[in-house]
């Protein structure tokens, strides 16, 4: 069982920043990528920013400059740090993992459940 535990959503005004922090847990033998994705009201599930193992980082165009995504091996944890948020930013942020859970298991993703982002003033 894996289990990919988020925090630190909330409410904003615009300018705003907050940071989201995902931790995986379970049982876990080697971890690819670890990223995140959000979801507004009636749109699609898009990438926002994706970290692999050895730090190649990818962001989704509308928040290049804004957001930046950290991760920590040791801890199986992932950050993004989400500055100058604007209104289209609000959304539920899922966090993603591409892992296996031992040598002879196939590469899955998890999902964690999400947390929500408002910005509003």
């Known amino acids: 069982q894996v289990q990919l535990a988020e925090s630190g959503g909330g409410l904003v005004q615009p300018g705003g920043s907050l940071r989201l922090s995902c931790a995986a847990s379970g049982t876990i033998f080697s971890i690819y990528s670890m990223g995140w994705y959000r979801q507004a009201p009636g749109k699609q599930r898009e990438l926002v920013a994706q970290?692999?193992?050895?730090?190649?980082?990818t962001y989704a165009d509308s928040v290049k400059g804004r957001f930046t995504i950290s991760r920590d091996n040791a801890k199986n944890t992932v950050l993004l740090q989400m500055n100058s948020l604007k209104p289209e930013d609000t959304a539920v942020y899922f966090c993603?993992?591409?892992?296996?859970?031992?040598?002879?298991?196939?590469?899955?993703?998890?999902w964690g459940q999400g947390t929500q982002v408002a910005v509003s003033s």
């Open positions: 993603n993992s591409d892992l296996r859970t031992s040598w002879y298991a196939a590469r899955m993703n998890y």
């Open positions: 970290i692999t193992s050895g730090g190649t980082t």
